[in-house]
């Protein structure tokens, strides 16, 4: 085992960038979470790991698709995660958004109203618990809209209603193949000239958009599009120490595994340290790119795992099952590739646990 990097935690907020890591939740490992059974969470840890985040300045992406939303975590464990994070965000002075979507639909929806209706739902829970809303891409939304003009319809009623500015979701299939097509054009380019238009009709109502395509020069052309005082927060687990530096703002599952590197980077940013920067980011990028391999949609249980090899969580378990997402050997690499960046902060607790896991797998 390597040694831990010694992480210094911000004595002030981020200047240069706003960064949000998107949490995952912790699953209670005695509760029934079997694929298809609602989600039983470990509430203690669960709201310990976002004091953790907080810490090192992050802002918390609540409820997004890093916490299993549409893969285990059901939508009324979903609303009382919202209400307790948000209660604990004001008590610890951290930043929140939370995700409202429409995954409360677990049938098809009957149409745009359907679906507009289960947005206000959760659009309603997230501004009623003091949380940013962050407008997620919606299944249902995907599924029963015929182009672009029907997207417009449900996100100009959805904007018109915010109370407070919103942060658009691009989520792209390699994350969630269910949105396809999302914006209502198979080509990301004519689905951009989309959303830049429905960000200009509102921008007063946008804090800015964040974008999951893994493609780092399509999110450095559509950053300029954009209106003057709307982010682009990138959500490229891929790509993000170049975008950052290149002025996105970030929102971004890796965070959550990485948060001290991560602290450490945007804190060198703020200096005008690029070397510091660099020297901080560039270690995690081979772990980031492993734990968001393909399949990429299962890298929750890549979060998970780091977050219980740092002793973050007491076991290795999630809703729905979900830890059986990744083979042994990927998890293996995963602990090598976390061990060489320096971000256990307990390397013999690391070493017991990873040893734990390889006896209960067969592996001597």
């Given at each position: 085992?390597?040694?831990?990097?010694?992480w210094?935690?911000?004595?002030?907020?981020?200047?240069?960038?706003?960064?949000?890591?998107?949490?995952?939740?912790?699953?209670?490992?005695?509760?029934?979470?079997?694929?298809?059974?609602?989600?039983?969470v470990?509430?203690?840890?669960?709201?310990?790991?976002?004091?953790?985040?907080?810490?090192?300045?992050?802002?918390?992406?609540?409820?997004?698709?890093?916490?299993q939303?549409?893969?285990?975590?059901?939508?009324?464990?979903?609303?009382?995660?919202?209400?307790?994070?948000?209660?604990?965000?004001?008590?610890?002075?951290?930043?929140?958004?939370?995700?409202?979507?429409?995954?409360?639909?677990?049938?098809?929806?009957?149409?745009?109203?359907?679906?507009?209706?289960?947005?206000?739902?959760?659009?309603?829970?997230?501004?009623?618990?003091?949380?940013?809303?962050?407008?997620?891409?919606?299944?249902?939304?995907?599924?029963?809209?015929?182009?672009?003009?029907?997207?417009?319809?449900?996100?100009?009623?959805?904007?018109?209603?915010?109370?407070?500015?919103?942060?658009?979701?691009?989520?792209?299939?390699?994350?969630?193949?269910?949105l396809?097509?999302?914006?209502?054009?198979?080509?990301?380019?004519?689905?951009?000239d989309?959303?830049?238009?429905?960000i200009?009709?509102h921008?007063?109502?946008?804090?800015?958009i964040?974008?999951s395509?893994?493609?780092?020069?399509?999110?450095?052309?559509?950053?300029?599009?954009?209106?003057?005082?709307v982010?682009?927060?990138t959500?490229?687990?891929?790509?993000?120490?170049?975008?950052?530096?290149g002025?996105?703002?970030?929102?971004l599952?890796?965070?959550?595994?990485?948060?001290?590197?991560?602290?450490?980077?945007?804190?060198?940013l703020d200096?005008?340290?690029?070397?510091?920067?660099?020297?901080?980011?560039?270690p995690?990028?081979?772990?980031?790119?492993q734990?968001?391999?393909?399949?990429?949609?299962?890298?929750?249980?890549g979060?998970?795992?780091?977050?219980?090899?740092?002793?973050?969580?007491?076991?290795?378990?999630?809703?729905?099952?979900?830890?059986s997402?990744?083979?042994?050997?990927?998890?293996?690499?995963t602990?090598?590739?976390?061990?060489?960046?320096?971000?256990?902060?307990?390397?013999?607790?690391?070493?017991?646990?990873?040893?734990?896991l390889?006896?209960?797998?067969?592996?001597?």
């Amino acid at each position: 085992m390597g040694e831990p990097r010694a992480w210094t935690r911000p004595s002030a907020p981020f200047t240069s960038r706003v960064a949000f890591a998107a949490a995952h939740v912790v699953a209670d490992p005695l509760g029934e979470n079997r694929p298809g059974a609602p989600a039983v969470v470990d509430w203690e840890h669960t709201l310990a790991f976002r004091r953790h985040l907080w810490s090192y300045g992050l802002g918390v992406a609540e409820a997004m698709d890093t916490a299993q939303r549409g893969m285990g975590l059901d939508w009324a464990a979903t609303q009382e995660l919202i209400r307790r994070s948000a209660a604990e965000a004001r008590a610890a002075g951290g930043r929140i958004a939370a995700g409202a979507g429409t995954d409360q639909l677990t049938a098809p929806a009957s149409g745009l109203d359907a679906v507009a209706a289960a947005y206000e739902e959760q659009l309603e829970v997230v501004e009623g618990a003091g949380a940013q809303v962050i407008l997620m891409a919606s299944r249902q939304l995907a599924a029963v809209a015929s182009g672009p003009d029907d997207y417009r319809k449900v996100y100009d009623r959805l904007l018109a209603q915010a109370s407070s500015p919103v942060i658009l979701h691009w989520l792209g299939p390699m994350f969630d193949p269910a949105l396809a097509s999302y914006w209502g054009d198979d080509d990301v380019n004519v689905a951009a000239d989309h959303v830049v238009a429905l960000i200009e009709d509102h921008a007063a109502k946008v804090d800015g958009i964040k974008v999951s395509l893994l493609d780092a020069s399509f999110e450095e052309a559509l950053r300029p599009r954009l209106p003057a005082g709307v982010r682009l927060y990138t959500g490229d687990d891929y790509n993000y120490p170049s975008l950052i530096r290149g002025s996105s703002d970030a929102l971004l599952g890796i965070f959550a595994a990485i948060a001290p590197a991560a602290s450490a980077a945007l804190q060198a940013l703020d200096r005008g340290d690029l070397s510091a920067y660099d020297d901080a980011f560039a270690p995690t990028v081979p772990l980031a790119r492993q734990v968001f391999g393909e399949p990429t949609y299962y890298y929750k249980a890549g979060i998970a795992f780091l977050a219980w090899l740092s002793g973050l969580q007491p076991g290795f378990v999630m809703v729905g099952g979900l830890q059986s997402a990744r083979s042994l050997p990927h998890l293996v690499r995963t602990f090598e590739l976390a061990d060489a960046a320096g971000l256990f902060p307990d390397p013999p607790l690391a070493a017991a646990r990873m040893s734990s896991l390889l006896a209960t797998s067969g592996v001597a």
